[in-house]
């Protein structure tokens, strides 16, 4: 969709505070009645910008068509066409032609006044910058894309043309790139405090960063995890999307040798995961734009206990990790059942725990990324056919319960094991000779 009209308010956004119209008739040009000074876009010829050449021009002679409301309207600038009319000043009513009988949006559009308009005259084609966070109900009530603008710097030329870069592949952008004001429900574009003036999550404290992420609390909201793509780009969007939908449908989605797709695909398969688990807090998967929120999981990670810290063959670290795994099985169990998806990494880095006593009594999977559809017919756990990344997929399997617990088991100590051959906690030798009898972790009891 090309942007048709590009709409601004002016005051803390085109220009830093806010136009007195008991102020502007002082100084050196200013005409003996005040409001001779305002007449309509009159500020717009006194505010001067590089118009090209090193030349500088009134700020409304660079633009194509201009709808300038003054005080209690609206502006609107650089118009290609709707239903706008060129160069005729106006105040708020006229700015938009509105039909009788139509069902009129009633609104406070930038500055005080109500301004009534329809839907069906505005194009929805635009984009409006504004600095006011209270103005991005526009996008709600018009479908209008709402750029919040941050009031020290206003509209510099980089938030204009970000803003307008992001459309200009030809596609419906306008929906996805602004998480601010199109990808959150109601209740979330009323909290402005998570979102920077971009229209960015606001991020807090860093938690942790992997490959292709970093993972941070978000600032305004202490039930949340947001989590940002390093290397996500606009340009991804459409394969991203292709992909969300194979798989959202239930298809698997083979990704070969294809460096993009298999990048996409991870994120399309975490994004999907925590939608099924319903954890993922924004935005819709279909809207995703580079970054992802999602609920904070609970509990404490087991190397911050202080058994952990004990030989990996010493009984009390067995133990602790013994209980640890059969808690997270009942999560993997649970999750399938409840929900129809197997988490597949749940190495202990990402599972946290309630501890009681110095033992774990709850556990929480975190990390979705790597889980797959499976089902539960009361006999069999029955693995879907997601295709995982970087992962044998295993798609098709069946186990029974014990087959399933006895499973995931042996998974988790020999990664914790293993892991700990890596550290030097134990030799090669000693690990190894350990992991190939395991009948004592399958027992629950202790
Ligand atoms: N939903 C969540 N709730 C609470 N903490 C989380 C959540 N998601 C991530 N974290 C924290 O953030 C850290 C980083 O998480 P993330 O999943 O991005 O990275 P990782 O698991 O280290 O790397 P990778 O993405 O390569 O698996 C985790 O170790 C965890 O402590």
Redesign the pocket.
């Known amino acids: 969709m090309t942007i048709k009209i590009i709409a601004f308010e002016v005051d803390n956004t085109l220009w830093s505070g806010i136009l007195d119209e008991r102020k502007i008739g002082k100084g050196r040009n200013a005409a003996s009645n005040v409001e001779d000074n305002l007449e309509c876009d009159r500020a717009l010829w006194y505010y001067r910008a590089n118009g090209g050449h090193d030349k500088s021009r009134p700020i409304i002679d660079l633009v194509t068509y201009d709808q300038v409301g003054v005080g209690k309207s609206f502006t609107r600038l650089d118009s290609a066409g709707c239903s706008m009319t060129t160069r005729q000043p106006t105040n708020c009513r006229p700015s938009v032609r509105y039909k009788r009988g139509a069902k009129y949006l009633t609104m406070r559009w930038c500055c005080q006044s109500k301004v009534r308009v329809t839907p069906a005259d505005l194009c929805i084609d635009q984009i409006f910058f504004d600095s006011n966070p209270s103005s991005k109900y526009i996008r709600e009530k018009l479908g209008i894309r709402f750029e919040l603008v941050n009031k020290q710097s206003g509209v510099t030329w980089d938030v204009y043309q970000r803003a307008l870069e992001r459309d200009s592949s030809g596609t419906d952008n306008s929906r996805y790139d602004t998480p601010f004001c199109t990808s959150l429900s109601s209740a979330e574009l009323d909290n402005t405090d998570s979102y920077t003036p971009d229209g960015q999550p606001d991020l807090g404290k860093l938690?942790?960063?992997?490959?292709?992420?970093k993972?941070y609390d978000a600032a305004g909201d202490p039930e949340a995890?947001i989590?940002v793509m390093k290397s996500w780009t606009t340009e991804l969007r459409r394969r991203f999307l292709e992909i969300y939908a194979i798989i959202k449908d239930g298809h698997p989605f083979k990704p070969g040798n294809s460096n993009n797709d298999q990048y996409l695909l991870m994120i399309a398969l975490e994004l999907r995961n925590l939608y099924m688990v319903g954890q993922l807090k924004a935005p819709k998967p279909e809207d995703f734009s580079g970054w992802f929120s999602?609920?904070?999981?609970g509990g404490t990670?087991l190397w911050k206990t202080p058994l952990y810290r004990k030989h990996p063959f010493s009984v009390t670290f067995q133990r602790l990790i013994k209980t640890a795994c059969h808690l997270t099985v009942d999560e993997i169990e649970d999750y399938v059942k409840k929900y129809g998806v197997e988490h597949r990494d749940a190495h202990l880095?990402?599972v946290h725990f309630t501890m009681q006593d110095n033992q774990p009594v709850k556990a929480y999977l975190?990390?979705w990324?790597i889980a797959v559809r499976m089902r539960y017919d009361r006999e069999k756990y029955i693995r879907g056919d997601d295709v995982l990344v970087w992962q044998k997929s295993e798609a098709g399997q069946k186990y029974s319960p014990e087959e399933f617990r006895r499973y995931w088991i042996t998974w988790m100590v020999t990664t914790e094991y293993e892991a700990n051959i890596r550290r030097g906690s134990i030799t090669e030798r000693d690990g190894r000779e350990f992991l190939k009898d395991l009948d004592w972790w399958f027992l629950r009891s202790i």
Request: aromatic share 4%; proline share 5%.
């Open positions: 938690l942790g960063e992997g490959k292709f992420a993972a995890v989590k999602m609920m904070k999981v990670p880095a990402n975190l990390d990324g």
